[in-house]
């Protein structure tokens, strides 16, 4: 894989550009997102500063999420300029979370992996597969997930996401989705959570695979997902490289 070009077409493809979401729109040198729903995702997606313009195009975001009474999220990654960036929004009143680690793959490389014994993959469409994906979800990363379903539901209905389910029996014990970008060569995987008894069978890797095949069905070459350090060495060995980092920087 050529590393600088993937990410050069990522940033064109993916981040500077407005999709068909009505919620994202270019204002001057930042694409934004401001969700319908309170509850929902709102930030900057991309940006395109100096160092005279940061200062004041910050501001301007924070009047805006402000005005909304909106908590909203700086998508920062490690090659956008100023370089002082990161500084410019800690004193703006941004916390920084967790780094992760933007990975890609060509999903035509990777290897085709199935559940372990007893396991099966379903991909979720109605509304009792949605809440046990929100219930698999809350259990494996804490907190309440209703508002991820409840912004799911429409664009599953479209196809433009997958979400797939891992079943022990009935039981749900993994879940995950892929997101389909058209006019891109870019399906995004996003979740990848497994309720703490069932990890460390397999089950993360054979789902990163399955929706591979997802992916390529539809025509897509590339697969990209932001990995945190528990899911960076599975990925690795599966022929994902990381080609930059990528921290969310949110203010209230």
Same mark, same amino acid.
């Given at each position: 894989m050529?590393?600088?070009a993937v990410l050069a077409a990522f940033d064109e493809q993916l981040r500077n550009t407005v999709g068909d979401?009505?919620?994202?729109? %270019?204002a001057g040198q930042v694409i934004r997102c401001l969700s319908e729903r309170e509850d929902g995702w709102s930030g900057v997606e991309w940006s395109d500063l100096d160092e005279t313009t940061a200062d004041d195009v910050i501001a301007e975001q924070v009047r805006y999420?402000?005005?909304r009474g909106r908590s909203f999220e700086w998508k920062y990654y490690a090659y956008d300029r100023p370089a002082d960036l990161p500084e410019r929004l800690r004193a703006a009143g941004f916390q920084p979370d967790e780094a992760e680690a933007l990975m890609v793959a060509d999903a035509t490389e990777?290897?085709?992996?199935?559940?372990p014994s007893g396991v099966h993959f379903v991909e979720a469409s109605d509304e009792d597969s949605? %809440?046990?994906v929100q219930d698999v979800h809350d259990k494996a990363f804490g907190g309440d997930h209703g508002p991820m379903i409840e912004s799911m539901r429409e664009r599953v209905a479209t196809g433009a996401i997958v979400p797939v389910l891992a079943l022990a029996g009935d039981t749900p014990v993994c879940a995950s989705r892929v997101d389909f970008h058209p006019g891109t060569d870019f399906a995004s995987l996003w979740g990848g959570g497994t309720v703490p008894e069932w990890r460390g069978r397999g089950i993360y890797r054979a789902m990163v695979s399955y929706r591979a095949r997802l992916a390529l069905a539809r025509?897509?070459?590339?697969?990209?997902?932001d990995a945190l350090p528990t899911s960076r060495p599975i990925l690795e060995k599966l022929g994902f490289v990381q080609l930059t980092t990528t921290v969310p920087y949110t203010r209230s």
């Open positions: 050529n590393q600088a979401d009505a919620r994202s729109e %270019r999420f402000g005005e990777l290897p085709e992996i199935g559940p949605l %809440r046990q025509g897509y070459r590339y697969l990209r997902t």
